[in-house]
């Protein structure tokens, strides 16, 4: 692992300023972009930990505040160790400003990320990765149906929601992606059963998708989160290895 750099950096949409977390190698060199999509509970040290981590394995990572309409972050009062069992009050601050964050505004603000993304010194030409946690698996699957030829890898860990009946569910944009598709799902999952599980394989299938889905046996959702009570270390250990498999097939890592 090679040292990094990181830093906030404020990133102009159409409806006002995303904060963002940016960091890369100690070094004046591109690397390869990434987009991190967080998960429900907001950018905080441990996603800027998990980021460092990433780049620290040869990537430019950002990671958007996708709350950012909802004000900078942290945009919720989140205590050191998150546990909803505990503090159920938590979800009734955080659930409508996850509503909030429509279909529509995710896909606008991805152009947006994407773009400086594109612009910036620090990352090489081409492709990126995206990654998403929990909500952010989903907002990953719509960067990547939406933006085709500028995805190349698209990483889903512990997602909900992602094949639902709904005519905007993300599942529906599996004809668009032309990335390779890994997704890394929770064990006994309420947000991400069985049935939603196949339906989306059987979409990312017929859509011709390079995909690989696995259920990660007895981990909770929200396996990846250190500083809440679903943190599984096994799983999370495993979802860095497929993660940085994933990348290194296809947007590589030249200067790792």
């Given amino acids: 692992m090679t040292d990094v ?8 949409t159409q409806d006002g300023t995303a904060d963002a977390y940016f960091v890369r190698p100690d070094d004046d060199a591109p690397h390869p972009a990434v987009l991190f999509y967080m998960d429900a509970f907001g950018l905080r040290p441990h996603l800027r930990a998990m980021a460092d981590r990433l780049a620290g394995a040869g990537y430019a990572v950002l990671v958007p505040n996708v709350f ?43 152009e947006t990320y994407l773009t400086w993304l594109a612009d910036s010194p620090h990352t090489t030409d081409g492709p990126v990765g995206v ?28 997602g909900g929601r992602l094949a639902t009946d709904a005519p905007d569910s993300p599942h529906l944009t599996a004809d668009r992606i032309t990335g390779e598709v890994y997704l890394g799902y929770a064990d006994n999952d309420s947000s991400m059963p069985p049935e939603q599980i196949e339906l989306l394989d059987k979409t990312l299938t ?9 259920v990660y046996a007895g981990a909770p959702h929200g396996y990846t989160q250190a500083d809440t009570a679903a943190y599984d270390a096994e799983a999370a250990e495993r979802h860095w290895t497929a993660l940085l498999d994933l990348l290194g097939r296809t947007v590589g890592r030249p200067h790792s």
């Fill in 206 to 214: 017929e859509a011709g998708v390079t995909h690989r889905t696995e």
């Fill in 131 to 158: 990654t998403g946690y929990c909500m952010g698996a989903g907002l990953a699957l719509r960067t990547a149906g939406a933006f085709p030829e500028r995805v190349a890898a698209v990483g889903g860990f512990h």
């Fill in 68 to 110: 950012h309409r909802s004000g900078r972050t942290p945009v919720f009062d989140l205590p050191d160790f998150i546990d909803p069992g505990a503090r159920p009050e938590l979800w009734d601050r955080i659930l409508p400003v996850m509503l909030a964050l429509t279909p529509d505004l995710a896909v606008r603000d991805a």
């Fill in 5 to 12: 750099r990181g830093t906030t950096v404020d990133i102009p």
